[in-house]
């Protein structure tokens, strides 16, 4: 029956947003059925927040890892992306200059820094996005489960992480463009980035790779080694004691979901049209926890779920109730996880049964 | 009363020293001149004003510094008394004033300084040995050469030894600053100021370029020495700020300690409470200025008791409706805590506005004070002082009382106290109260040195769960030590690494720290830590 | 399990994904523009970091908008407010402009604190070709045509603040503190530039640069207590930001750094700032706006007690950017009536040229750069929390959105007039389009 629900959310992730684009694209804009490119975007940026979601579901629902800096992986993925679109603006920035963005314009930088080499490739900066956040998901994960940090001192200092990332891509000097980040991108792999095909094809992309990422994380947490992860989240000395490494195990899954969480930020950028520091806050790992504890832990589908009603809640009160809003959103969190402790979807299954 | 007589028996004395400046008929008149608009013409007239031996001098010059000096539209000038207007010149009442078309006489820092200059020139001789301190250190700032003969009349007679350090600093400066006097005297001025040794000191002696080449060459001298002397008291001062912050994190931290240290609840809304204590803090201090402004001075010994009960009931009142419905899944506790947060962030925002609230620090509490080489701001001094006193309180409920026991049993094995007879329910409410009480005490503290806005909370969280990790959760001690390593290294690592990069130099070290010990400095031992 | 249910459980879960996609996707669709009315955006954060500064702006402009609406509306129409929360968050801002735009199509925005949440939202208003009014001050280095920025630039605030330092307490070292983002950065960059072109030594220029919401100060302010003990009078010039402020002064009065020693002039507080801290050791403490509560003048006293009215909270105070906020929105309206419509494009051209009285009692114009004319006014702290005006531009200052004194920007300017219409032209090279 699992397999049942990854099908349905599958044809319908994909089926609506290749609808959406269609509609977005094959109709006018007077006409009843169209859909403005207002709501592809966003739509694409739920899609986005989705595959964040099921990153952290796939360690914190198989492998009992509550990472609480999982944006982290996220943000650096976008922020390769970031660096991508803004060596593509060239000669279009205010300035004009051919080589340097912007920001390093009016810093008075000379030259580009060293690692924004390569940055002008494509390939290679997709290659980043899924390296640069894999390689630190290996290095923190390597160091964090060799010593057995678990449960909650894994989540605060996966907080830590985060928060020193927050400050140090803050920090004007390090080249990233500090607070402000990077914005103004004008086009990626020479289609222009306001277009409204651009936008409908970033959003079928998105709801590929959301799916794509489903798939992965299904076969591998059905497969043997899946049940092993299970057995390291429920008991991890027994699972240990049977002769496993429940090291290994959690690391890779750990590393599978930093890389999901980095794709997820490179369709994240090119659609919201700004990466800043701001990704980087603790504050927004915390509420991609939230979307899953939402959705239903452990199920992937319920992230899915869970990422796009919360943003979609999110969209509609911060417009409707602008003074209100946290309080809807606050007890949105306190009810859910006193009166759903499965989530949207385990109440969706009690309604059946 | 008393600092008209003052100033009155300072202008005699001025009078007989300085007859030139007496004659008023050649001077131009000052009170023209304080009528100007140009800063310049009243610094200057505020200085002919001082010397010239008018009677109305002293409470014009006053009026200036308490900001009732008006001046009309036809060039009058009106002092602003509790019941009128007085003619400053005159010193006569003047009836009919239309007060939309008066005018604050200017002043800017210039003429701030014309106006300290005078009164502290004036203040020299006040019978009360604290003004006269008061009155020195003020010369000593604004150098006057004028105040040289003052300064002169005043020593003949001091008799208190400190007084007299001041003045003989403060005639140094005016010395010196000025290229009064023999070269004899500079170099025994330059002698004193060395003796002072502070960063005053070497100020003026770094500004001397006029002076005779043999007290140049002294005073470079004692700049050299004054630095040698700074760069060891450096240790000392940065020792000084780790420990503030320190206790700062400390306080932060305390109640986290008892709510996450000792229940395991992971509590997200602790800088709420931590703000909630702070806001406490405000309201109180409003209701004191309402209904009592005389014991406005000892608000915060209100505040502290209210805001221990204010964020303690609170505390009781979301354990009982919220935390012991999720003992045993304590992940869920912080997405639960976190949501409200969220409300109560926004709750704050709604009932007392988004923007700063302005919370008074009493006087006991403000300014610094020179200790040897060291700087030591009495706000931070006290703060110290105040998570001493918590953390010891926290601690002495928690080993001599019943209710500790109760707790530090109910935490160590519920069922087993549950079945002596302990009310294990009540035990949790109690503690959880205990540790958000303790937050909100911390709240008035932080009030004190960070904004009181609904934000407050945030800033601290963080930090907070990093003291208890790094100490070793359910351990005060670790926490103690923990929280005054974290403040002492971040203090040392900031000069050299800059505010920014010393912050994510510390979090990277602390990462890695808990990666060799997984559980902290102190981790406790024993059964209960596998659970 | 039999299938049936499990099918069942499917379409469960197939209904509330729909509705979330068709939720969000219909947005777009409904809400129709209201007849009668037209749709002013406010685009403030109410809640997160920056709604500490931004609610008061959202509140004057309801109150803008009321006071049109007694005075018969716009063109026949009454005005309506329409408020969203962009929360602090960069992105969220851009995606409700989309929202104000795309779905309320309302004819103008007011909006924006943070110069990255003003570049967030910029693609947006090319793209959707409407109108942004910009409140505050801001480091310059941009010209957009869809951006009228009604905050000062750097000459319009720092520069004149430096100069009167410089003539009257005859400053000669120089603190340059501030929060590490791009205004900060900027503007010391600007004003390292110009100290150096007016003869101060590197060494006797300190700068400083601290995170967001930085709360202990103290070895920061003893080193400049240090640094200015070298013998030549000093003065410090904060850009530090919000929240940073009010535990940056506390420390100020504690370590006893009085104005008449160390005098800390500052870009970023105000009345509203001043209202959190106990001002009277920062007597003396200077900033430099382009307006201050305290300034006398008719306008600007029916304006203080037009919002006490509004407020309902007669001590509620007024400061620059919400007199930035009221000129921009009554260009606004003058552009509105001039053009005849609300229609984008013509308000665009009706705009450049337009003359509203400021609340100092003057007239300030809005130049072909987008940028206005202004008064730069200096101000001492006082005990009350308000300052007291010491100094003055005789008449209004033009903006240099393109600062003169760096390297990227000096061939640079902005005019968005036919024929020109550029906001980075070359003068050197005679093109549009930046500095190579």
Redesign the interface.
């Given at each position: 029956m699992n397999r049942l629900s990854t099908t349905i959310c599958v044809i319908l992730v994909l089926g609506l947003a290749s609808l959406m684009a269609i509609l977005n694209l094959a109709t006018d804009a007077g006409s009843a059925l169209h859909v403005p490119t207002y709501a592809v975007s966003l739509v694409g940026k739920y899609l986005c927040y989705a595959i964040l979601a099921l990153a952290l579901d796939l360690v914190w629902g198989y492998a009992g890892i509550l990472s609480l800096g999982h944006a982290a992986f996220f943000a650096l993925g976008g922020y390769a992306m970031g660096m991508y679109l803004m060596r593509q603006i060239g000669t279009r920035g205010v300035y004009g200059n051919a080589i340097l963005p912007d920001f390093m314009v009016f810093l008075n930088y000379k030259d580009l820094p060293w690692y924004w080499h390569g940055f002008d490739n494509p390939a290679f900066a997709l290659l980043m996005a899924v390296l640069v956040p894999g390689l630190l998901a290996l290095v923190f994960g390597w160091l964090a489960f060799r010593s057995r940090v678990s449960g909650v001192y894994l989540s605060i200092i996966t907080q830590a992480l985060t928060y020193a990332l927050l400050l140090a891509f803050f920090r004007n000097d390090m080249g990233f463009g500090g607070n402000n980040g990077m914005t103004d991108f004008k086009d990626m792999f020479g289609l222009p980035l306001q277009a409204d095909a651009t936008r409908a094809g970033l959003l079928v992309a998105s709801a590929v790779m959301l799916c794509a990422c489903l798939l992965v994380a299904r076969f591998v947490v059905t497969s043997r080694f899946g049940k092993v992860l299970i057995a390291v989240r429920d008991t991890e000395a027994r699972t240990r004691f049977l002769g496993y490494r429940p090291e290994s195990y959690k690391l890779f899954v750990f590393v599978l979901s930093a890389i999901m969480a980095g794709i997820g930020g490179v369709l994240y950028v090119p659609q919201v049209g700004i990466i800043n520091p701001g990704e980087f806050a603790p504050a927004g790992s915390i509420e991609a926890v939230i979307w899953v504890a939402v959705g239903g832990r452990g199920t992937l589908v319920g992230a899915i779920l869970g990422a796009v009603l919360v943003n979609a809640g999110k969209t509609y009160l911060t417009g409707a109730f602008p003074e209100l809003w946290l309080f809807a959103l606050g007890f949105l969190f306190i009810l859910v996880t006193l009166l759903l402790p499965k989530g949207v979807l385990g109440l969706l299954q009690r309604a059946r049964s | 009363m008393k600092s008209v007589r003052r100033l009155l028996l300072a202008l005699a004395i001025g009078l007989l020293i300085v007859p030139a400046a007496s004659r008023a008929d050649d001077a131009p008149d000052p009170y023209s001149g304080l009528a100007s608009q140009s800063f310049e013409d009243i610094a200057q007239a505020i200085t002919t004003l001082a010397a010239s031996g008018n009677p109305q001098a002293a409470p014009t010059i006053a009026a200036l510094q308490n900001e009732t000096l008006f001046v009309t539209p036809d060039q009058a000038l009106l002092i602003k008394t509790d019941d009128g207007y007085t003619n400053a010149r005159t010193g006569e009442k003047v009836a009919d004033v239309v007060e939309d078309d008066l005018a604050n006489v200017r002043v800017n820092n210039a003429v701030r300084r014309a106006i300290e200059a005078a009164s502290g020139a004036l203040d020299l001789v006040s019978p009360d040995p604290a003004t006269r301190l008061r009155a020195a250190a003020q010369v000593f700032t604004s150098r006057d050469p004028t105040s040289l003969p003052l300064l002169g009349a005043a020593l003949a007679k001091e008799t208190n030894a400190q007084v007299r350090t001041a003045l003989l600093q403060a005639q140094a400066a005016a010395q010196l600053a000025s290229n009064a006097g023999s070269e004899a005297d500079q170099l025994s001025a330059v002698a004193t100021l060395l003796a002072r040794g502070d960063i005053e000191a070497k100020s003026l002696l770094g500004s001397l370029h006029d002076n005779p080449q043999a007290v140049l060459a002294k005073a470079t001298a004692a700049i050299a020495s004054i630095e040698r002397m700074e760069r060891l008291w450096s240790l000392a001062q940065g020792l000084f700020y780790g420990l503030s912050l320190g206790s700062v994190l400390l306080l932060a931290a305390a109640g986290l300690a008892i709510t996450f240290g000792v229940m395991g609840v992971i509590n997200m809304a602790h800088g709420e409470m931590v703000m909630l204590g702070a806001y406490t803090t405000y309201v109180v201090q409003s209701a004191i200025a309402a209904a009592a402004p005389g014991l406005m001075g000892f608000s915060l010994m209100f505040a502290v008791p209210a805001a221990f009960l204010v964020s303690g009931l609170i505390g009781v009142l979301i354990e009982r409706t919220l935390i012991r419905f999720l003992y045993g899944r304590p992940l869920e506790t912080l997405l639960a805590t976190w949501g409200l947060s969220l409300v109560l962030q926004q709750a704050v925002r709604t009932i007392f506005g988004s923007s700063n609230r302005d919370v008074t620090t009493p006087g006991w509490m403000s300014g610094s004070d020179a200790v040897m080489g060291l700087t030591i701001t009495y706000n931070r001094l006290y703060i110290i002082a105040f998570a001493v006193v918590v953390i010891g309180l926290l601690m002495a409920v928690l080993r001599y009382t019943a209710l500790g026991l109760r707790m530090r049993a109910v935490t160590q094995n519920r069922r087993m106290a549950s079945a002596m007879g302990i009310r294990t329910p009540w035990i949790d409410a109690l503690t959880f109260g205990l540790g958000s009480g303790v937050a909100g005490m911390a709240g008035v503290a932080l009030s004190q040195i960070d904004n009181v806005s609904p934000n407050l909370g945030q800033s601290y969280i963080i930090d907070s769960f990093m003291v208890v990790v790094f100490g070793g959760v359910g351990n005060l001690w670790g926490t103690v030590v923990s929280a005054l390593t974290l403040g002492i290294v971040n203090k040392f690592l900031e000069p050299f690494a800059g505010a920014v990069l010393g912050k994510i130099v510390v979090l990277v070290a602390l990462i890695l720290f808990i990666q060799r010990k997984p559980r902290g400095m102190f981790p406790l031992k024993g059964r209960a830590v596998e659970q | 399990?039999s299938t049936v249910?499990?099918?069942?459980?499917?379409a469960?879960?197939?209904a509330?994904?729909?509705a979330?996609?068709l939720?969000?996707?219909g947005?777009?669709?409904s809400q129709a523009q209201a007849q009668g009315t037209i749709k002013v955006g406010i685009l403030h954060s109410?809640?997160?970091?920056m709604?500490?500064?931004e609610?008061?702006l959202k509140d004057v402009m309801l109150m803008l908008i009321e006071e049109q609406n007694k005075k018969g509306g716009l063109l026949g129409k009454k005005l309506e407010a329409v408020?969203?929360?962009?929360?602090s968050?960069?992105?969220?801002f851009?995606?409700?402009a989309?929202?104000l735009i795309?779905?309320d199509h309302v004819a103008a925005v007011f909006g924006c604190w943070?110069?990255?949440s003003r570049?967030?939202v910029?693609?947006?208003f090319k793209?959707t070709d409407n109108i942004l009014f910009y409140p505050v001050q801001y480091e310059g280095?941009?010209s957009e045509r869809n951006v009228f920025y009604t905050g000062a630039a750097p000459n319009q605030q720092a520069i004149p603040a430096v100069d009167y330092l410089m003539a009257?307490?005859k400053v000669k070292r120089w603190v340059l503190a501030g929060t590490?983002?791009?205004y900060p950065?900027?503007t010391n960059?600007i004003l390292e530039a110009y100290l150096k072109s007016k003869g101060v030594a590197a060494e006797d220029i300190m700068i400083n640069?601290?995170?967001?919401?930085?709360?202990?100060w103290?070895?920061?302010v003893?080193?400049i207590?240090?640094f200015?003990?070298?013998?030549?009078k000093t003065a410090v010039v904060s850009t530090i930001n919000g929240?940073a402020n009010?535990?940056f002064y506390?420390?100020l009065?504690?370590?006893?750094i009085k104005?008449?020693?160390i005098?800390v002039v500052a870009f970023s507080v105000g009345e509203?700032?001043l209202?959190?801290?106990?001002t009277k050791?920062l007597?003396?403490h200077l900033a430099a706006w382009n307006y201050f509560e305290s300034v006398k003048s008719p306008v600007n006293t029916a304006f203080i007690k037009t919002w006490h009215d509004f407020t309902k909270k007669p001590n509620r105070t007024t400061n620059d950017p919400m007199e930035a906020a009221y000129i921009g929105f009554n260009m606004w309206i003058k552009a509105v009536q001039k053009a005849g419509t609300v229609d984008q494009d013509k308000v665009i051209d009706a705009l450049v040229g337009v003359a509203v009285p400021n609340l100092t009692g003057g007239l300030s114009t809005m130049m072909p750069n987008h940028h206005i004319t202004k008064p730069v006014l200096i101000g001492?702290v006082?005990?009350d929390g308000q300052f007291?005006v010491?100094w003055s531009t005789p008449g209004t200052v033009v903006a240099n959105e393109w600062s003169p004194y760096?390297?990227?920007?000096k061939d640079?300017i902005a005019d968005w007039r036919a024929p020109m219409s550029c906001?980075?032209f070359?003068v050197k090279t005679g093109k549009c389009?930046?500095?190579?």
């Open positions: - | - | 399990m249910r499990s099918w069942l459980r499917g469960g879960i197939a509330t994904a729909l979330a996609f939720g969000s996707a947005l777009g669709a109410l809640s997160g970091t709604a500490i500064s609610t008061t408020v969203v929360d962009p929360a968050n960069w992105p969220l851009a995606e409700k989309k929202e795309n779905v943070t110069s990255v570049k967030s910029l693609p947006v793209e280095e941009e009257n307490d590490d983002y791009v950065r900027t960059k640069y601290t995170p967001f919401g930085h709360s202990d103290q070895n920061i003893a080193e207590k240090k200015g003990s070298a013998g030549k929240d009010v535990p506390k420390e009065g504690n370590q006893g104005a008449t020693d005098p509203e700032e209202a959190g801290i106990d050791p007597v003396g001492e006082k005990a007291n010491v760096l390297e990227g920007s640079l906001g980075n070359n389009g930046g500095a190579n």
